[in-house]
């Protein structure tokens, strides 16, 4: 089955410990995007990837480290986790070239507490 | 920021059509009008795309108006199932490499489906 898998799905922490979301896609997509969505914000883009080892910042990357070392791969890592980070986060993958107006497919979600 | 605007939020009797409106007067020729829905904190979910011509498919159909300024999406026969935020993203539909291709989500308008 085609999907975007993110773990873990729910994390509570703490300020300055160190995390990371893992985000997986099994369809061989080359765009790979982070997002976090909070209460009358919306969905903010927060880093996104075109291909292997290539990366670039969304809206809000401030605080956020991403990596894309394999296509498949694309974790978001919080070297130091602060509350104002704590928030819903959603990965999503789509293909890129002549197809690229097709959709994104966005995975579970990450719901992630920082006290 | 989002170059489309929808209303807040709209309701719908369960099994009656549901007409969700979009403004995006300032899109480009080169610019696809996207539909996407969020189901209570679940990752969201793709619903349709198109450039001028009206499309459909096997959950909705989308009207766009001959000068492109705005767009409808028809849910034909509404269930309580479709309760959700749906997003209308305007997104180039080519792929130049840069950022142009992000998905920029806005408000969305909350529908809510009633018994």
């Known amino acids: 089955e085609a999907q975007v898998t993110q773990n873990p799905r729910y994390l509570i922490t703490v300020t300055g410990k160190k995390l990371t979301v893992t985000c997986s896609q099994n369809?061989?997509?080359?765009?790979m995007s982070w997002y976090r969505q909070d209460p009358g914000l919306g969905l903010r883009q927060i880093y996104y990837?075109?291909?292997?080892?290539?990366?670039d910042k969304g809206d809000v990357p401030e605080g956020y480290k991403v990596s894309r070392k394999e296509k498949r791969n694309f974790p978001l890592i919080l070297e130091s986790p602060s509350p104002n980070q704590t928030s819903l986060y959603f990965c999503?993958?789509?293909?890129?070239?002549?197809?690229?107006?097709?959709?994104?497919?966005f995975g579970p979600g990450t719901r992630l507490l920082v006290l | 920021d989002a170059k489309t605007t929808q209303p807040p939020s709209m309701d719908c009797a369960e099994g009656r059509a549901a007409n969700l409106p979009c403004n995006h007067s300032t899109i480009s020729g080169n610019e696809y009008v996207y539909w996407y829905r969020q189901i209570h904190s679940q990752g969201p979910q793709y619903i349709i795309h198109?450039?001028?011509n009206n499309e459909t498919n096997e959950m909705a159909s989308l009207i766009i108006t001959e000068d492109r300024k705005s767009s409808t999406l028809i849910l034909p026969h509404a269930t309580l199932r479709d309760t959700a935020v749906y997003y209308c993203i305007v997104r180039v539909a080519v792929d130049y490499g840069g950022s142009q291709g992000n998905l920029i989500f806005g408000k969305g308008t909350k529908l809510s489906v009633k018994p």
């Open positions: 198109g450039l001028k």
């Open positions: 990837s075109m291909n292997v080892e290539v990366t």
């Open positions: 999503a993958s789509s293909p890129r070239g002549t197809k690229f107006q097709e959709t994104q497919y």
């Open positions: 369809m061989n997509h080359e765009y």
